[in-house]
Structure formats: C-alpha cells, structure tokens
C-alpha cells in the first residue's frame, strides 16, 4: 500500500508524531527506536546537534521530554537560549519529523518518577558522570564510578543483582520541548516525497505556557 501524508489526517498532528514512534518501536527495525536529535545554541549562536533519547511525547500538552545531565554542555546552552530544534529519523520506515520549540526543565517530581525507573548502573552512571567535562582518562572515570558505589554502600555485585535503587543526583534530570512547529516528510517515489508542515502560536513567559489551539498547515516541495 502507498503510504501518504494528508492535511485531513492532522487536526493535531502531534497524534502523527506519536503514532509514528509507536509504529517505530513495534516495528522493532533499529535499536533505539526512540532516538532524536536535539540542536541547541551557544552563545555565538553556533549550533550544536548530539543525540538524546525521546522519553516521552506528550501530544495533548505538546512537547517530547529528553533526560540529561543539568551540568552539561547542552544544558548551559539551554539556559542561555531555551530555543530549540528536534529530529527523527527512521530510514526503514521513510520517515522524518523536524521540532522546533522552546526548552523548560521537567518537574522535579517527574525527575524523581523517572529516575527511579532506571536500572541502579544507569543511576549509578548518573551520579558518576560530570558530563560534558573533560576527564584525565578511562581510569579516572572508573574511579568515580566507583565512589559512587562506596558512598550508596554499594558493590558491582549490587549491581549485576539490580535490586537497590538510589536518589537521584539533582545535577539530573528531564527538560520538555514545547512544539511550536512540526514538519512531517515521507519517503515517496521519485524524490516526490510528501511535507507537511505545521505551526502554532507558542508563548513562554513568567505568566506560564500558553500554546494556541489551532494548527496552520502547510504542504512543502520536496
Ligand atoms: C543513541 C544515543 C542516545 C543518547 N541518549 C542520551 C540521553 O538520553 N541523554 C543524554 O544526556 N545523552 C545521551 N546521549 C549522549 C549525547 O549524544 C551526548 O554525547 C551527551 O548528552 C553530551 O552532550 P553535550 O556535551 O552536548 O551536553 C546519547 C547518545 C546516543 C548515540
């Protein structure tokens, strides 16, 4: 069946972006089905792109939350320009999906939520890695790893077991990207590929969130 992408499939076509993961993640075609780029700015306005893992997209509010490191590269740049732009990519499928929006960070209670989901490596991992500074060598970084164990009390054993969990660090945590536009490509014949993009109004203040209800859409060449 020819796949193709409609104006009238999306009163809310961040419904799509969520149906599309799902079809990404039962489709079971590629580790880490979930995987998105996220591009931030430094100061000079000089993009930066790394991968993070989509954790969750909420269609109804309207935004995709990402964990990270509050301490890191990404998140300095966050702080100094909250504007932001996603990207997924599954190449079997012949989808892409483009974000742009604005950055808030993700309630502590969620954090804590999330956290506490995670294997105890992946917790211990958290609280070991200064993430984005430089580290004398892998022996190092071994060594804080193993000061985390020390101060939880706890033993590799520990952690092949993985049945204790620990806090988590307050230097980690969640941010929410709040959609302001989204553009869905689909792989189609001759380079003829389908683009729909979609924006709406988006507004982050000291007063709270305000997202307009109403998506303008558009079809784009190829
Ligand atoms: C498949 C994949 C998934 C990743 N997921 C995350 C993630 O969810 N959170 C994270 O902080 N880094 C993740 N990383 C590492 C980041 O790409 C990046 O190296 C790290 O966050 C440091 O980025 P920064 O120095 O720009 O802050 C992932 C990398 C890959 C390749």
Redesign the pocket.
Known sequence: MCKMLSRSMTKNPLLLLQSWLNEAIESDLQP?PD?MAIATADSEGVP?A????CKEINAEKGYVV????YN????IEIKENPKSSALFHWDKLGYQIRIRGEILQSPDEENDAYFATRSLGSQVGAWASD??NPVENRQALDDQFQQILDRFNLTNESITRNEQKIPRPPYWGGYRLWIEEVEFWLNRKDRLHDRLHFKRSLTISSKGIETGDNWTVKRLQP
């Open positions: 880490n995987t930066n790394r991968m993070v893992l990402f964990y990270t490191n890191s590269v990404k998140s993430q984005s």
